[in-house]
């Protein structure tokens, strides 16, 4: 079974252009569903429907989260389908497996106020807080995903035309950047960035004091440290200014189409999730702009 897994995670990475932390998700899932096989004894080639069933039974009385579940069935289901068409195994014993229906939860978002508020923090009276003030705007400006602003070196961004290319697995979108963002960026990249690499070979856009490539644990711990600083009791996370960013573009009046192109959803349904976030601000509009309101 290891040599057929290898095989899948090839071909999915060839085939499908992943991310890492997809691949990742896909190795993982696969790994412990061989070591479950493995420790029960079960041939993975002629397993059957029901036994299939019992793992997934076993994941839940495991204490696994629904959504982790329904990954592992859409994992394991795409590892098999795999096998069926290199007539490895003869059919699919996740056929008539459902994956189980993962509530949404409602994003987390920041007002207008807080986001003010915590880009105010860092000061440009430091290399460090130069950077990080451009990070936080960037982050904001963007709603670009962490692992994605790790992930661009300096030859990404196009200060004069107020534009970042965003390479995202197989797909590629281009990000326009706020005037606030341009100056801060512009700022870091001229006076921080070139201080603090210490190699000239370093590419990465946005680098730590070591002169390396920021990490996604370094970035969560920029976002927490002028989160308490601001004194913002709300969780804020990266992400959190992803769902941010994207929220008060829709109630200012942007369209979802746009939306989706700049956050890189594949699917319109995933930009869609905003909408709630709508109705206030269509209440507040209406109640300005109505005559008989």
């Known amino acids: 079974m290891e040599k057929q897994i290898s095989s899948f995670l090839e071909f999915i990475k060839d085939d499908k252009k992943l991310s890492e932390n997809t691949l990742q998700s896909y190795r993982r899932d696969i790994v412990q569903f061989e070591q479950y096989t493995n420790n029960n004894r079960i041939n993975y080639q002629k397993i059957t429907d029901e036994e299939m069933k019992k793992y997934f039974d076993y994941l839940q009385e495991t204490g696994k989260k629904t959504s982790t579940i329904s990954r592992n069935v859409a994992s394991i289901r795409s590892f098999y389908q795999f096998l069926v068409r290199n007539k490895k195994v003869k059919k699919d014993p996740t056929e008539k497996i459902q994956s189980p229906k993962v509530e949404k939860k409602v994003p987390s978002i920041l007002t207008s106020s807080e986001i003010e508020l915590l880009l105010d923090q860092p000061k440009n009276i430091d290399l460090k807080g130069i950077r990080d003030k451009a990070m936080l705007e960037f982050a904001y400006a963007t709603g670009m995903r962490v692992t994605e602003i790790i992930s661009l070196n300096i030859e990404d961004v196009n200060l004069k035309d107020g534009l970042v290319s965003c390479k995202y697995g197989s797909r590629q979108r281009n990000i326009p ?117």
């Not at 959803?265 to 995933?270: F, G, L, P």
């Open 177 to 293: 950047l706020g005037s606030l963002s341009l100056k801060a960026l512009a700022d870091y990249i001229e006076n921080s960035r070139p201080i603090l690499i210490k190699d000239e070979k370093v590419n990465a856009l946005f680098v730590n004091t070591n002169g390396k490539r920021l990490t996604r644990q370094g970035f969560w711990k920029i976002v927490k440290y002028y989160k308490d600083q601001a004194h913002i009791t709300k969780d804020i996370t990266p992400h959190v200014l992803r769902h941010s960013f994207a929220t008060h573009l829709l109630q200012n009046g942007a369209d979802l189409k746009s939306i989706q192109m700049m956050l890189g959803h594949s699917d319109i349904s995933s930009t869609q999730v905003y909408m709630q976030f709508q109705d206030e601000s269509i209440k507040n509009i209406y109640k300005h702009a109505h005559p008989r309101a």
